[in-house]
């Protein structure tokens, strides 16, 4: 448990943005679908505990807990969480009625050489399907103009991101396949 967070129940672990640059460098030796499967599987079973962590946070903020907390306080309080325990800033908005968009600025896993964010695609997915008691998929892709530190993600049904990312398949943008489901 961390001094500086005793409101914690469970144990964290702070991890150093070149610990993303080691685990690309283990991917390379691996099969790469194999590899990156258990990449995001991992930051999955991570996302979930660290939805735990993000109620503690909430709780000792005398914050409701995620599911009752009012939809125009939860992208501020989110942001405020993801920045102070050292991951980056976050920013959610919507891009259509079924897809949010998660832009990562500043972000731990993207400031690295890695290639992507598949662990935090896994984590997002974990902790973004505890937040809405339903299985969510998360599927980064590409921003315009990113700079090194940044990532973007899509948050939706499963039945939608897999809709979107066969429209990408076939060349169609993002945004013009997440408008259009």
């Known amino acids: 448990m961390s001094p500086s967070l005793p409101f914690l129940t469970t144990r964290t672990v702070t991890v150093p943005v070149e610990f ?17 499967d ?19 946070w909430l709780a000792d903020r005398r914050e409701h807990g995620p599911a009752d907390l009012l939809d125009n306080r939860f992208p501020m309080l989110l942001r405020e969480y993801f920045s102070e325990i050292g991951w980056g800033l976050v920013q959610l908005s919507w891009l259509s ?6 832009d990562a600025n500043d972000w731990g896993e ?7 964010c598949p662990v ?3 984590l997002f997915a974990g902790f973004f399907g505890r937040v809405a ?9 590409p921003r315009d103009g990113a700079a090194q530190g940044q990532c973007r993600f899509l948050l939706g049904s499963v039945d939608v991101i897999n809709y979107v ?8 943008p993002y945004q013009r396949a997440a408008t259009s489901v």
């Open 133 to 141: 008691d339903a299985p969510l998929s998360v599927l980064e892709v």
């Open 165 to 172: 990312w066969e429209a990408m398949e076939r060349g169609i």
């Open 20 to 36: 993303f640059d080691g685990l690309s460098r283990a991917a390379r030796q691996a099969p790469p679908a194999v590899l990156i």
């Open 120 to 122: 935090s695609t896994g």
């Open 97 to 102: 009625d079924a897809v949010m968009v998660l």
């Open 110 to 116: 993207a400031a690295a050489e890695a290639s992507g």
């Open 38 to 56: 258990a990449v995001r599987d991992a930051g999955y079973a991570a996302g979930q505990a660290l939805f735990d962590h993000f109620s503690a």
